[in-house]
């Protein structure tokens, strides 16, 4: 089933980037996975991950020098991928079985013997100009734009990556709840989801985030502890890639089942499933984002965190101290995909909005993306710090935010696909019902 949907992904993908070559002129596009880097006076390698520009065309994440050549009037892209002879290293990467069919495979030795295959003007897009191409060919704007533009829309073959991605991340999110339950650190907890995944670390699409506690309250708390802590609570966000795509999902836990933070895990687990609900097609992600808001602080009303109702705790700035994230994000073979805040190929940024100058997704909705939907609510020090201090400090109640402070946070995230019919596909939900 893969093999066939990769085939028709091939297929779609040529067609739209034939647009793309007629819209910029050139007769050629060169897409390189990336080359290997040294680590700094040694002779050992970081690990290698190949640009989303690549993964997006092929799954060959872990394998350096290879190149993808889109050209106009093409029914196929061409492959090209560098012989290598090495006793020292495991085999580079193949194709998956059948994935060979969609490409015209060429092995190349050197750089020059590249060089030679490659006609016409071409656009190269890479991390580094190992071609030495002209400098205005090499990731030209014009060309990324529209790539990026075009990135919204997911075939079929992606899709079922991110929905497989997801499938495999579920039960080692199981995992890692059942190693808390346990009472293991955070680094054993984030042995417990490896194992379950049946990944190494290197293979993540983005790092393991396991906060224990009061870590639950770092965004991104990747520096995971040794230590087992007595535990309250738990945030754990990780997904798994597949094919170069990605899952990105978040789950929260307490401890104690009847404690005031297991409520408002569920709560804010309900109303997740309402801002899932409230998408769709033409639906504005800033729209949402409000309305993330306004649920937070009815949240922080309904435990007695706040004095005041959701929308005037929004208006006020309170919820922006609570919950300091934008809703989601687009995702694909980027975790954050791009394209998301673009008003049309030729590379025009939609105005951000005033209020958040900084999120990832204002361009409405269109059929077949894939978008994370994940609200927050953290007590965060330092953002508590600033609110005792502001104007708005009479409408906190600081016992109760005292209350919550130990258990760090909660966010709960779910992927979406929008369907052309209009319908919503929660890849996530639909995962965790399968490991029940």
């Not at 991110?162 to 650190?185: D, M």
């Not at 955070?186 to 396991?210: F, H, K, S, T």
């Amino acid at each position: 089933m893969m093999a066939q949907l990769y085939k028709q992904h091939i297929a779609e993908k040529m067609t739209r980037f034939q647009g793309i070559l007629e819209a910029t002129g050139y007769q050629a596009i060169l897409i390189g996975s990336g080359e290997t880097k040294m680590q700094f006076q040694d002779d050992m390698a970081y690990p290698f991950i190949a640009n989303p520009y690549f993964r997006e065309w092929v799954p060959l994440a872990t394998r350096a020098g290879c190149y993808l050549q889109i050209k106009a009037g093409a029914s196929k892209p061409t492959l090209f991928l560098l012989t290598v002879e090495d006793i020292w290293h495991t085999a580079p990467e193949s194709l998956p079985e059948g994935f060979e069919q969609a490409c015209e495979v060429v092995e190349y030795a050197t750089t020059d013997d590249l060089k030679k295959q490659l006609d016409g003007a071409t656009a190269f897009i890479n991390e580094t100009n190992a071609l030495a191409v002209a400098a205005e060919d090499w990731n030209s704007q014009a060309v990324t734009d529209q790539i990026d533009y075009q990135r919204r829309g997911k075939t079929l073959y992606e899709q079922e990556c991110v929905r497989e991605a997801n499938r495999r991340a579920a039960p080692a999110h199981r995992a890692a709840q059942q190693a808390f339950l346990a009472g293991a650190s955070e680094v054993q907890i984030a042995a417990a989801y490896l194992a379950a995944c049946d990944c190494r670390e290197n293979e993540m699409p983005y790092g393991i985030i396991a906060g224990v506690n009061e870590h639950a309250a770092v965004l991104h708390h990747h520096n995971l502890v040794k230590q087992p802590q007595t535990p309250r609570s738990f945030l754990i966000d990780a997904g798994v890639a597949v094919n170069g795509y990605a899952s990105d999902i978040t789950r929260t836990y307490a401890f104690d089942d009847g404690s005031d933070f297991a409520a408002m895990i569920g709560v804010m687990d309900a109303q997740q499933l309402e801002l899932v609900a409230a998408g769709g097609i033409g639906k504005s992600p800033v729209g949402l984002h409000v309305l993330s808001h306004i649920k937070a602080g009815d949240i922080l009303r309904q435990f007695d965190v706040i004095k005041v109702s959701g929308e005037e705790a929004f208006e006020s700035g309170i919820t922006a101290a609570f919950y300091p994230h934008g809703l989601g994000h687009h995702l694909g073979s980027n975790v954050h995909d791009r394209g998301s805040n673009l008003a049309n190929a030729q590379g025009d940024v939609l105005p951000p909005p005033e209020k958040y100058p900084k999120l990832r997704s204002s361009a409405p909705m269109v059929a077949n993306q894939i978008h994370t939907v994940e609200p927050g609510l953290y007590f965060i020090p330092a953002l508590l710090d600033k609110l005792r201090s502001g104007d708005q400090a009479a409408n906190i109640n600081w016992s109760r935010v005292d209350d919550f402070l130990p258990y760090g946070g909660i966010r709960i995230e779910d992927n979406i696909i929008v369907h052309a019919d209009d319908s919503l596909e929660n890849l996530t939900r639909d995962a965790f019902e399968a490991t029940n």
